[in-house]
Each structure stands twice: as C-alpha cells, then as structure tokens.
C-alpha cells in the first residue's frame, strides 16, 4: 500500500533528511587514504548521538533470511562492492578507491535516506566519470519525480543515462517508498519502460536509488549476507535522495541548502 504524506509530514521528513544530509557531510570530510571504515562509523555514531536521533539501519533484519542483523549505522561499499558493505578496522582507503556510503535516521516519527559516492585521494578517470554518471542518472530520475508521469518514466530515464555512458544497472536491488517506515510501497527500479508502471502522485515519498556497475550487470552475495558486490569484479558506484513529489514538481528531501 502506498501512504501519501501531507505537506506537514513531509516538512517533518525534509527537517530529519537534512539531518542524514548533515552528517553524511561530515563523514564526506574525513574520507582520505589510510583511514579505516571503521572510523567513519565511529565518527556518524557521534553524529547521531550529538543530534539525539536513531540510525536506520543497525539491527535490521537481513532480508536474504541468514546472517546477522545489520551492525552498523552506515553501508560503507568500497570499488566493487555496491551496497551493504560492513565497516571494519581491516578494510582501510586507499588513494584511488570509489566508496559508497549509504545512512539513514529516524526521528519524529520518520526516516530519512541518502547515500553518496567519493572518489578517495587521487584517484583515476574511471573513478571520477563512473560517480558522475550516477549523479547524473539520479538527476535525471528526480526530474521525473512529477504527478502523472509513470513509474516507467522515472526508472527508464536512470537507464537511459546510465547504459548510455556504456554502464550497466543494477537490477537486484531498487529504490523504495519512504515515510513511518524505511521500506515502504513502491519500489523503484533504475530500470524501465516510459509509460508503464504505477502513476505518480502527489503526495507520495520515494528514495530514488542508482547503483550502477561499470562492467557488467552481475551481482553476487558475500558470505556475510549483506555485501553486494559486482560480479566480475568491476567498480560500482551507488548514490540516493529521498524526494518528495509535490504539485509543484519533485522536491530533494536530502539535499543541503
């Protein structure tokens, strides 16, 4: 079922999706070679604590039905890995790594959701126009965020810059509804037809989600039960906005200023 939020509940939502978008900036600045992912876990603990709300996603139950919950705050993916990535002391940055960060909280009775891609120190061309890529199909995807269009619309216009670009997206994973729950209803593929798929409407709150490989499609699952990573090995890179569609058009939830 999907749940429409009035214009005071997504207010309530746009004030904790700065909050993710705030500390997302924090942990964005400490990302350099040498330090481990374990930091910057530590870092958005601090974070959540200082702003007395709760992180989404430590203690989620895995979906796959093995393996523990999630035991962190934030999805910490570095090169091939694309979403659910564990912080660890081992795994520590490299200049020339791609890691994406995906964080949520809840408070007030809401969660928000954001993640970000970072090119770590001085990293290569691939690095640089696969982030940007993703940015752009997630652009791209928000602009049709509108009421009437389809869901088709939205999801074929990330498709569209992404296979473009000689990409590929991931097509295991997808964005969700967002409101008094992390996942609600409907999902949001980063694939699609334009015309097809459930109609937009105002009111409704979307994560809108790229994951995009540079090789190919593929993915597969660590033995962990949470971390995705390319098939064959190629880099990923994920990035996110929790927006709202409005009578006046999409409106990014997540992003600062």
Known sequence: MIVLKSVKEIEKMRQVNLIVAQILEVVRGLIKPGVATSELELAAEEEIKKRGVKGAFKGVPNPQGFG????????????????????SEAKKLSSGDLISIDFGVY????????????????????????????????????????????????SSAVQEVVEGAGYNVVREFVGHGIGRDLHEDPQVPNFGTRGRGIKLK?????????????????????????TARTRDGSLAAHVEHTVAITKDGPVILSRLG
Not at 68 to 76: G, I, Q
């Open 202 to 226: 105002e009111g409704m709150v979307i994560a809108i989600e790229p994951m995009i490989n540079a090789g190919g499609p593929g993915v597969k699952l660590d033995s962990d039960g949470w």
């Open 107 to 154: 408070s007030q009775g809401f969660y928000g959701d954001s993640a970000i891609s970072v090119a770590v120190g001085e990293a290569g061309d691939d690095v640089h126009r696969l982030i940007k890529n993703a940015e752009e199909s997630l652009a791209a995807g928000i602009l049709e965020a509108k009421p009437g269009n389809r869901m088709g619309d939205l």
């Open 68 to 87: 523990e919950p999630f035991p962190a705050n934030l999805c910490m993916s570095l090169n091939d890995e694309i979403v659910h990535g564990i912080p």
